[in-house]
């Protein structure tokens, strides 16, 4: 089945809240959503009900930077670099892991829920069993300090659609791609145009790979960030997605942003592969559509929030965006 036009793009329902959302996940085909946020809490709601109002579930030590949904089983990470594991249906704590020795940016499930990968600025991509808790793997495939010395970040993470590989994203550009059931890397890429260094007035950088997806049939990889940036104080550089035959390292398609400024924090593929769809921002935030094959924007709509995370239903007929102090629902078709 085609995926809907993103020219049907329409906002549906919008929540203010009194803190920042870093995180989502989605119980399939229902409106049950739980949300990492700000004040270090882990809550759950339904997205159909007239009032939005989140249900306090459990606490982290800091940030909750990451939700993901493995079957009936949540789990969170934070700034505290901690996983908790949360039994949803019996309502109370299955373990918590110290899983990190720096913040924890990311936390994902495997399309089969059989895993969930953490990802933090000690670099490091951990594979654990979604079901006993345990290590799997401990990928290591990005440097601990950037060209000038500084502390790199390991920003983003992404499972292709067969599960089979897993693609992991730094400040300064670098991509890796790993075979999942060997815990190896098969290829790289490298988007330096996400990293500005300023080396006269601040000494500091920014920017980085924030986002990444697999196309549907795996054989692309897209890279979200934002292009260089003259005042490393602000988010004012453009937001920048590339797409990769990551096989190769070769660099298919490049999307510099002629619109809207600031971090591309998460990306989509329509079903089909027909478009990609990423979300982000700075002081605001936006969705904007690609059609990768034709090399142009699509649709380009401002959103009331700087966007930290998406969730798009399997149909790509909706998508529940979180960001600061709102959820945003907007429907497609």
Not at 248 to 259: N, R, S
């Amino acid at each position: 089945m085609p995926a809907p036009n993103p020219d049907t793009l329409k906002p549906a329902k919008d929540f203010s809240r009194s803190v920042i959302t870093f995180g989502i996940a989605r119980k399939a085909n229902t409106d049950n959503v739980f949300l990492g946020c700000s004040d270090f809490k882990v809550y759950s709601g339904d997205l159909s009900a007239a009032k939005f109002e989140p249900k306090e579930l459990y606490t982290h030590e800091s940030y909750v930077t990451g939700v993901a949904l493995a079957g009936t089983t949540l789990v969170s990470g934070g700034y505290d670099g901690k996983l908790i594991w949360w039994d949803t249906e019996a309502g109370k704590q299955i373990r918590t892991t110290d899983a990190h020795a720096k913040w924890i940016r990311k936390v994902i499930a495997s399309p089969d829920g059989r895993l969930i990968v953490s990802i933090a600025d000690d670099m490091a991509c951990k594979v654990w069993d979604a079901k006993t808790g345990k290590l799997v793997h401990d990928l290591r495939g990005h440097k601990e300090k950037t060209p000038n010395d500084f502390p790199s970040m390991l920003y983003a993470v992404t499972f292709s659609a067969d599960g089979n590989l897993l693609a992991t994203g730094d400040k300064v550009g670098h991509v890796v791609v790993w075979d999942v059931k060997e815990g190896k890397p098969l290829a790289t890429c490298e988007a330096p145009v996400m990293y500005t260094w300023d080396k006269q007035q601040r000494l500091h950088s920014i920017g980085g790979i924030r986002s990444l997806a697999f196309s549907p049939d795996g054989k692309q990889l897209a890279v979200g960030g934002m292009g260089k940036v003259g005042n490393i104080d602000h988010l004012e550089g453009k937001a920048r997605v590339e797409v990769f035959d990551w096989k190769t390292g070769k660099q298919l398609v490049e999307f510099p942003g002629d619109k809207f400024a600031g971090l591309v924090n998460k990306l989509a593929w329509a079903p089909d592969g027909s478009w990609l769809v990423g979300a982000g921002g700075a002081g605001e935030g936006f969705l904007v559509f690609f059609d990768v094959a034709a090399k142009k924007a699509l649709r380009q709509e401002k959103v009331m929030m700087h966007v930290h995370d998406f969730e798009m239903t399997a149909d790509a007929k909706e998508i529940v965006s979180v960001g600061h102090n709102r959820i945003t629902i907007h429907k497609l078709g």
